[in-house]
Nanobody
Framework: DVQLQASGGGSVQAGGSLRLSCAAS????????IGWFRQAPGKEREGVSC????????YYADSVKGRFTISRDNAKNTVSLQMNSLKPEDTATYYC???????????????????WGQGTQVTVSS
């Protein structure tokens, strides 16, 4: 079975940092793009960032560009999302997702991903 395990969430003050991790098993990790989404209460799920399987190309939503950095370690089957300069509006449940055929132009479409992990909560206080 494919499993994606998101971790690293927590509570921080505005301006702080968190590092989320997504550990994958049961799939050919090298062949899968990994995306991060977030969903705040009462809001739609939002694509935050994505890293491709092929050349490590990345995508960032405008709301996080310059503050978040996505990276992958294929040897450890993990993708990390370093989140700096956090803002209260970053508060949400964060999910990682994987897909073997994703192209970056579809990075923000949740329907483009085959596999999803459980969420990890990020809370940023002002």
């Amino acid at each position: 079975d494919v499993q994606l395990q998101a971790s690293g969430g927590g509570s921080v003050q505005a301006g702080g940092s968190l590092r989320l991790s997504c550990a994958a098993s049961g799939l050919s990790f090298d062949d899968h793009a990994i995306g991060w989404f977030r969903q705040a209460p009462g809001k739609e799920r939002e694509g935050v960032s994505c890293i491709s399987s092929s050349d490590g190309s990345t995508y960032y939503a405008d709301s996080v560009k310059g503050r978040f950095t996505i990276s992958r370690d294929n040897a450890k089957n993990t993708v990390s999302l370093q989140m700096n300069s956090l803002k209260p509006e970053d508060t949400a449940t964060y999910y990682c997702a994987a897909d073997s055929t994703l192209i970056l132009s579809s990075a923000t479409s949740s329907r483009a991903y085959d596999y999803w992990g459980q969420g990890t909560q990020v809370t940023v206080s002002s």
